[in-house]
């Protein structure tokens, strides 16, 4: 009995410390998922998406699998998504044969390998290193109005694209987004952000490998943007 009375104090401490981590809820699109192993149990929800001026989730060409995961709008979990550090997102694996393949070609196993990482809502926060709006491409049916902006992610404001990873901000997801005018997308070069999105696997890239990026993987498209302001996250959604 005299020692249920000596560690009942330390359990329930111990209790109380475990159930205030479970949430964090210091976020503008929380509740997050409390951090722990990554992906562990981690949903996968298919792609919400529809046409979009015209142009099919597929686009009008190329890797109509990989496009329609580019054009999704969903807003995560419900709202949330998985607080995972920059550098586990960068340093994810993946199969080293996909490199401009079309997902209808891969084998079973590289699907497999992809898919235990790639359609989980994410959270994380780096630097922006650089913005750029892109060319015409097949997941946007080539419009010339409606193109990505590719955005490079590093953990440390000091860090090279050499060692980031690419975000990308989409049409269909910037139409909802009032606040992401080509001005306040390239005023965030330099700034600390915090970045909501989707994890998808860009195979279309192997030569950028170590020179503009660090990693395939891409949270693309980005869904919320968040700036540290003074020590607390501001969001540009508008």
Known sequence: MKRLRVLL?????LVSFVAGCSVDTTGVYGP??????FPGNDAHPQPQTGTYKGCP???DGG?????????????GENGAFHDVPLGTLINLSYPQDIGKVRRDNWSQSDTTAVNQYEGIAVRTVGYIAGVRHEGTESTNCHSLD??????????????PRSKSMVIEVTPRVRALR???DDSSLSSLVGQ???ISGWLLLDQEHPEQIGLTRAT?????PIIHIEVNQGGSWQSIDG
Not at 9 to 13: E, G, R, T
Not at 32 to 37: E, I, K, L, Q, V
């Open 63 to 75: 890797d109509q699998t990989l496009n329609i995961r580019k054009n999704r709008t969903d807003n």
């Open 32 to 37: 997050t998922f409390a951090p722990g192993s």
């Open 9 to 13: 104090p330390a359990l329930i401490v």
């Open 57 to 59: 989730p597929g686009g």
């Open 216 to 220: 395939l993987w891409e949270i693309h």
């Open 146 to 159: 409606d193109r990505d902006f590719h955005v490079w992610l590093v953990p440390n404001a000091s860090d």
């Open 178 to 180: 009032a606040g992401w």
């Open 192 to 194: 600390q952000v915090r």
